[in-house]
């Protein structure tokens, strides 16, 4: 089933100066703790899908031992993602490729984690990019994808930050809206994924864990 399209207009350079480097620079290293404890993965290949300028795949790098790529469509992202990781020092373990999540340029069983922090909402076929992380993931593999802020705490310190930029919080309400945990509930139902999308103050996550089996 196709969603309908949301124009998404992104400036990628913009987004990795304001807001990574700047404003959101505190929440990744929460929600890299959050995903590593919830999953137990802590080591293998990751991906972080819709990674931008990879500053959860930086923070994942830092607080375990995986070996993540940042995918994204954006080849400016992947520019930014390499200089990123470059920068704080896990460029051995932080790579970044260009791919969509409708069609991932990544090998069937072939990963332990796939993470995706505020991409979902923007993808064009979001049944066809959970069915491909599926795909990718190894047995026994998880997937943590969604949007959030790490705690109800940070969310509220960054929408006093940006108190000013009534836009931002504006759109950020339409896409929870046009996204509730039902419609994902729906899809992972067709696609026979056993997995809850668990929403909370802080933000929206789908989580599963590939079945052991090959399907
Ligand atoms: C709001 S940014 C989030 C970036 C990063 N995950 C973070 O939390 O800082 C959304 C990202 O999703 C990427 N994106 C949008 N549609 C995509 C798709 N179909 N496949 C892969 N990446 C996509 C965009 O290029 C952008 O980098």
New binding site residues.
């Given amino acids: 089933m196709r969603q309908e399209k949301e124009r998404?207009t992104?400036n990628?350079t913009e987004?990795n100066e304001k807001?990574?480097k700047g404003q959101?620079k505190k929440i990744?290293p929460v929600i890299a703790r959050q995903i590593l404890e919830r999953t137990g993965i802590t080591s293998g290949r990751c991906i972080?899908?819709?990674?931008?300028?990879?500053?959860?795949a930086v923070e994942l790098a830092k607080a375990s031992a995986l070996k993540v790529t940042v995918?994204?469509?954006?080849f400016e992202?992947i520019a930014l993602a390499k200089e990123n990781s470059l920068e704080h020092g896990v460029e051995e373990r932080v790579s970044a490729v260009q791919?969509?999540?409708?069609k991932l340029p990544f090998d069937d069983n072939s990963i332990d984690l796939v993470v995706?922090?505020?991409?979902i909402f923007?993808?064009?076929d979001q049944q066809q990019?959970l069915a491909e992380v599926f795909r990718v993931l190894r047995p026994s593999g998880w997937a943590y994808i969604g949007?959030g802020f790490g705690t109800a705490e940070l969310l509220q310190e960054i929408l006093a930050e940006k108190a000013d930029d009534l836009k931002w919080d504006r759109e950020r309400q339409e896409r929870l809206a046009k996204n509730p945990p039902g419609h994902f509930e729906a899809m992972l139902l067709k696609l026979g994924i056993d997995g809850i999308v668990q929403r909370g103050e802080a933000g929206m996550w789908i989580i599963f864990k590939k079945s052991t089996t090959l399907l």
């Avoid at 972080?48 to 959860?56: K, V």
């Avoid at 995918?71 to 954006?74: E, G, I, L, Y």
């Avoid at 995706?116 to 991409?119: E, K, Q």
């Fill in positions: 998404y992104f990628a987004f807001m990574m959101f990744y972080d899908l819709g990674g931008g300028p990879g500053m959860l995918c994204d469509v954006t992202c791919g969509a999540a409708e995706s922090r505020g991409s923007f993808w064009e990019g949007g």
